[in-house]
Nanobody, 124 residues
Framework: QKQLVESGGGLVQPGGSLRLSCEAS????????MGWFRQAPGKEREGVSY????????HYADSVKGRFTISRDNAQNMVYLQMNSLKPEDTAIYFC?????????????????WGQGTQVTVSS
């Protein structure tokens, strides 16, 4: 059974940091693009970042560029999202997703597997 499980969410003050983790099981993720998405209350889910399989190329949404860093550890079947200088508008449920075609895209429809999400709340 192919599964993604996120962890590392929580409550943090503005300006703080969190590191989200996503563990893949049931498949070898080294041939997959991996993405992070988020959904804030009352809003549609949006792409945050992805990292490709083949080249390790990364992409970030403008809203997080310079603050968030995506990385992967294929040996551990893990992908991470380091989030620094967090803002209240970063509050959302964060989802990890896997794209078997390694398209390196922020288009949700191309992602095959999704985690259940982890809540990130930025508030003083």
């Amino acid at each position: 059974q192919k599964q993604l499980v996120e962890s590392g969410g929580g409550l943090v003050q503005p300006g703080g940091s969190l590191r989200l983790s996503c563990e893949a099981s049931g498949f070898i993720m080294d041939s997959y693009s991996m993405g992070w998405f988020r959904q804030a209350p009352g809003k549609e889910r949006e792409g945050v970042s992805y990292i490709s399989s083949s080249s390790g190329r990364t992409h970030y949404a403008d809203s997080v560029k310079g603050r968030f860093t995506i990385s992967r550890d294929n040996a551990q079947n893990m992908v991470y999202l380091q989030m620094n200088s967090l803002k209240p508008e970063d509050t959302a449920i964060y989802f990890c997703a896997a794209d078997s075609l390694d398209l390196a895209t922020m288009i949700e429809d191309y992602y095959d597997y999704w985690g259940q999400g982890t809540q990130v709340t930025v508030s003083s």
